[in-house]
């Protein structure tokens, strides 16, 4: 199965290598079998992702498109500066033209979708309205193999969305805009719809890096058109390179070969843990802060996860 993975999707052939290496390691330690490392990815990509909205507000106010495009280059001078270290400059670049413009839509249109809505109604809602796309995927996950989803999942989804609503109710407040809780909707459903696309590609290889160079410039070209010029402070600056190296990058190598490996339900269940992780991080650093209605919420979530994932 390692092997297999490492031939699949990755940021680079040898950053793929060293995730296969360290994530089969991991599955000795724990003693777990194929379904432990798929636990372990979905782990890596939530705790990364978690990080975006610190990152995010960190970066803000600087242009959406700016931040996504930039942080989008970065993620693939990053990948393609390993490939080269590993003389792997060739295998880099062999993807077809196809999937790298659906995965660069992907991720762009995803993420575009997500800051926008955090420019609007700010990084707590948006990750509310965001974390859609769990119950979107497993929707087009039973469309595309033509079966319902058990009784078991559907509580378990309830109970995660549930668990999110509560932990950030405080943060709701009133007065929502609705144009900002759309864009955050339509960012949950293109990324439901690039994770399904994505777990039905079964051999392709270096997807996530090269695709990053066609999303980064789709984004600066919408910034040059749509947004005001812009050019980020230091901070800023920090905050877009992290957001590239991070989330943006080893995340979705991550999540990429999650989708390949595991059950959509499992790990779009455990996606669910994201926005409580990312709670946490913003209280942390001083962007948030964690009540017990966060605690309460975050249980919640916790046992949606646990009961979709045996089902």
């Known amino acids: 199965m390692i092997d297999q993975l490492t031939a699949g999707i990755g940021l680079s052939p040898a950053l793929s290598k060293f995730i296969d290496d360290f994530l089969s390691r991991v599955r000795l330690v724990l003693g777990g079998g194929p379904g432990a490392r798929t636990y372990v990815l979905v782990g890596g990509a939530v705790v990364l992702w978690a990080s975006w909205p610190a990152l995010a507000r960190v970066a803000h106010p600087a242009p959406p498109f700016l931040v996504l495009g930039l942080s989008a280059l970065v993620g693939f ?27 660069a839509i992907g991720l762009m249109g995803n993420n575009a979708f997500y800051l926008a809505a955090i420019s609007r109604i700010g990084p707590a809602e948006a990750n509310v309205v965001h974390y859609l796309w769990p119950v979107f995927l497993v ?5 595309v193999h033509r079966r319902s989803p058990t009784p078991i999942q559907i ?4 109970s995660g969305f549930l668990g999110v ?4 109710s405080q943060q709701m407040g009133h007065g929502l805009d609705l144009m900002g809780v759309l864009l955050g909707v339509c960012g949950a459903l293109t990324f439901a719809i690039y994770s399904v696309g994505r777990s039905l590609a ?27 010029l812009y050019w980020p402070t230091n901070n800023q600056w920090i905050a877009i390179v992290l957001m590239g190296v991070g989330p943006f990058t080893i995340a979705n190598i991550c999540w990429d070969k999650a989708t390949r490996e595991g059950s959509a339900a499992t790990i779009s ?4 843990l994201t926005p ?12 948030g802060t964690v009540t017990l209605v966060t605690v309460a919420g975050a249980f919640l979530a916790i046992v949606g996860a646990v009961l979709s994932s045996r089902s």
Do not use: C
């Open 77 to 103: 001078v990053f990948s393609y500066l390993v490939a080269v270290k590993q003389r792997q400059t060739k295998s880099f670049f062999a993807v077809r033209p196809k999937t790298l413009v659906f995965v």
């Open 139 to 143: 929707a087009l996950a039973a469309l």
């Open 155 to 158: 509580i378990g989804i309830g």
């Open 165 to 168: 609503a509560v932990a950030l």
């Open 202 to 228: 079964r051999v392709e290889s270096n997807v996530v890096g090269p695709s990053l160079a066609i999303a980064g410039a789709g984004a600066l070209a919408a910034h040059f058109a749509l947004e005001s």
């Open 269 to 272: 269940s455990l996606a669910f």
């Open 276 to 287: 409580l992780v990312a709670i946490t991080l913003l209280a942390i650093f001083g962007l």
